[in-house]
């Protein structure tokens, strides 16, 4: 006679053991689940688990609590077999790398941002004056005047102080080097995007990258008026960093970098700073 099946009075009722009381094994050939939310958990203690979650169009997720790694440890090799033909790797819904016909792995490209101040005496954001077509990046035109609305006047003054033509989507990572400069003055300095449109001479908006209103750095010294030089690193200030989630920018995008004085009080300085800048998309 075959053997009759364990079956519970209702639907969705009864359990086979407790946490009180375990089964010590289960041997089998075929475990069949039905449940709208996580199917399986596996764990070894009361926080250390991981889930296995099948969701509508057989979308499966596994996961695992607290900072669990997942190691696929294969004695041959590891298949990752997509009929869409593409493999997406990412960190939470930043888009790291994709594998497939479009293949994709995030670049770094490092800018040059360097320049100088000569007797600054305003508090408004400056940019590069090359309007004579100097090469010197002297930053002495003004981009906005400060407290008033992050905007340029005109797309002139927009493409001459870019430091960077944004080929394709990415995010700012960091911007840090080194400041010298004779005076005590604290210099700030910010991160803007824009974009200009074909045929137009109207005002053109900025959208500050990172912290609002910048980071800044001290020219301290105990000497006044002794020349010194400080290193500047955009994301060991306190703040907002510059990253995937506050500097992203689309392909076509300006990218400008602005300084700003402390004060009236006359600034001279030079800085040389290196842009990073990644790459998200492939075109």
Same mark, same amino acid.
């Given at each position: ?23 010590? *094994? ?21 926080? *250390? ?8 169009? *057989? ?17 041959? /090799? ?22 497939? !016909? ?12 360097? +320049?100088?101040? !000569? ?13 004579? +077509? @100097?090469?010197?990046?002297?930053? /002495? ?25 944004? %080929? ?31 045929? !137009? ?37 306190? %703040? ?17 970098? %602005?300084?700003?004085? @402390? ?19 492939? !075109?």
């Amino acid at each position: 006679m075959a053997t009759k099946n364990i079956v519970p009075r209702a639907d969705n009722e009864g359990n086979l053991g407790s946490t009180a009381k375990r089964w010590v *094994s289960f041997t089998g050939n075929k475990v069949d689940l039905e449940l709208a939310t996580t199917q399986a958990k596996f764990a070894f203690d009361g926080t *250390s688990n991981a889930t296995i979650t099948v969701a509508d169009d *057989s979308n499966t997720t596994i996961a695992t609590a607290e900072t669990g790694n997942i190691v696929l440890d294969a004695g041959g /090799s590891i298949e990752l077999n997509a009929d869409s033909g593409s493999v997406n790797i990412k960190d939470a819904t930043t888009t790291l790398a994709v594998i497939g !016909s479009e293949s994709f792995i995030p670049t770094v490209e490092y800018v040059r941002v360097l +320049g100088f101040t !000569s007797e600054l005496s305003t508090t408004n954001v400056v940019g590069p004056d090359i309007s004579q +077509g @100097s090469t010197s990046h002297v930053f /002495s035109d003004v981009l906005f005047a400060n407290g008033a609305a992050e905007q340029v006047s005109n797309p002139f003054k927009a493409v001459q102080a870019a430091q960077l033509v944004a %080929g394709r989507a990415g995010y700012i990572r960091n911007l840090k080097g080194y400041i010298a400069g004779t005076t005590d003055q604290t210099v700030t300095f910010r991160v803007f995007k824009t974009h200009p449109t074909n045929n !137009s001479a109207a005002a053109l908006a900025l959208t500050e990258l990172g912290a609002d209103e910048g980071k800044n750095i001290a020219m301290t010294t105990t000497a006044s008026g002794t020349s010194i030089s400080m290193d500047f690193d955009y994301n060991a200030i306190a %703040g907002d960093d510059l990253d995937a989630s506050t500097a992203a920018f689309a392909a076509d995008d300006i990218i400008i970098v %602005g300084l700003q004085n @402390s004060d009236t009080t006359a600034m001279t300085c030079r800085f040389c700073l290196t842009m990073e800048v990644v790459y998200t998309a492939t !075109s």
